[in-house]
């Protein structure tokens, strides 16, 4: 079974910070996504990464994919307080029984004080 | 688009009784994915489909469970008999190719008695 390791658990800052959170595997995937989910509400699709070393940004938000494909990394700028909710990551496998469908990470649970 | 619909958002039953929960994907996405998510565990995948036919069930906890789905645009996830520790919020999931991200809906939260 794949295991997507997430650090932190939790983070808890204030408006205007930069904060980092990992998601780490010592699995290969052939794609790596982020999702962010607010209470009572599934999660929704932020991007997806493909290739090793990939680096995409979505405004204040930038996501980096391992060289080896088995790490990914969400940074975010000058944190607001809208950006609070629980972040996840989840990887894909291109081939075999696991082919289809995503291994969901345990989640990040960010709070932007303002 | 009205995104991939659950029905109930909530509910609450007696162990024992049975729970059917229902899905409506998005038109056009041939893939389903039923998770299950809770403090505990986090999200766990259940059971999915790839037009309406089941991929993979390895998930799914025990005999107990079990998934249909009968065509593109509706599927079930029953439990019968319930049990209290059956109690997490149950979220269905379509996407469209492999390469596409999921589109989750917004979940039924079943508390078991």
């Known amino acids: 079974t794949q295991l997507l390791e997430q650090s932190p658990q939790f983070l808890s800052i204030q408006e205007g910070e930069n904060l980092t959170v990992y998601c780490n595997s010592s699995s290969v995937f052939s794609s790596l996504q982020w999702y962010r989910q607010e209470p009572g509400e599934g999660p929704v699709l932020l991007v997806t990464v493909v290739t090793g070393g990939e680096v995409k940004k979505l405004k204040r938000l930038t996501f980096q994919f391992g060289d080896a494909r088995k790490d990914s990394s969400l940074h975010i700028t000058a944190a607001q307080p809208g950006d609070t909710g629980l972040y996840l990551c989840a990887g894909g496998k291109a081939g075999g029984t696991s082919y289809g469908k995503l291994t969901f990470g345990q989640g990040t649970i960010l709070t932007v004080h303002p | 688009d009205a995104g991939v619909i659950q029905s109930p958002r909530h509910e609450v039953t007696e162990m024992g009784q049975e729970v059917t929960l229902r899905c409506k994907p998005i038109?056009?996405?041939?893939?389903l994915f039923w998770y299950r998510q809770t403090m505990m565990r986090g999200l766990e995948l259940l059971i999915y489909?790839?037009?309406?036919?089941?991929?993979?069930d390895s998930g799914m906890p025990e005999d107990r469970f079990s998934a249909k789905m009968p065509n593109a645009s509706f599927s079930t996830l029953k439990i019968q008999p319930s049990e209290p520790r059956d109690s997490a919020v149950y979220f269905c999931?379509?996407?469209?190719?492999?390469?596409?991200?999921?589109?989750f809906g917004s979940g039924t939260r079943l508390t078991v008695v």
């Open positions: 038109s056009g996405h041939n893939s």
């Open positions: 999931a379509s996407r469209q190719t492999a390469n596409y991200g999921y589109t």
């Open positions: 489909f790839n037009n309406n036919v089941p991929i993979d």
